[in-house]
């Protein structure tokens, strides 16, 4: 009912910059947050950056002033710009929403994207 694509990953150096995007799409009723969550080899997956539908962002202390979380409400689309990429970043980054499809009672559930690979060379 509900799909999340995500694209934007890829190689780059220490100190280097990606987009990340995220377009959901299906019977989408209402999104009330969107995120992204990443998970390195042999750690476990842990949120990263976050948008609710009022704005308001919330990061892993790790990324703050690094990484931006925005959204497009139009395009049902969250991206995450990160800056200054260190390499002990390197994961597999997912995509996650708070999403409430069509439908008798609006049922409301997390759904996630599939994951990109980022991979940050020193």
């Known amino acids: 009912q509900v799909q999340l694509v995500e694209s934007g990953g890829g190689l780059v150096q220490a100190g280097g910059s990606l987009r990340l995007s995220c377009a959901a799409s299906?019977?989408?009723?209402?999104?009330?947050?969107m995120g992204w969550y990443r998970q390195a080899p042999g750690k476990q997956r842990e949120l990263v950056a976050a948008?609710?539908?009022?704005?308001?962002?919330n990061y892993v202390d790790s990324v703050k002033g690094r990484f931006t979380v925005s959204r497009d409400n139009a395009k049902n689309t969250v991206y995450l710009q990160m800056n200054s990429l260190k390499p002990e970043e390197t994961a597999v980054y997912y995509c996650?929403?708070?999403?409430?499809?069509?439908?008798?009672?609006?049922?409301?559930?997390?759904?996630w994207g599939q994951g990109t690979q980022v991979t940050v060379s020193s």
């Open positions: 948008i609710i539908s009022g704005g308001k962002t």
């Open positions: 299906g019977s989408i009723f209402r999104i009330n947050a």
């Open positions: 996650a929403a708070d999403i409430q499809t069509t439908g008798w009672g609006h049922p409301r559930g997390d759904y």
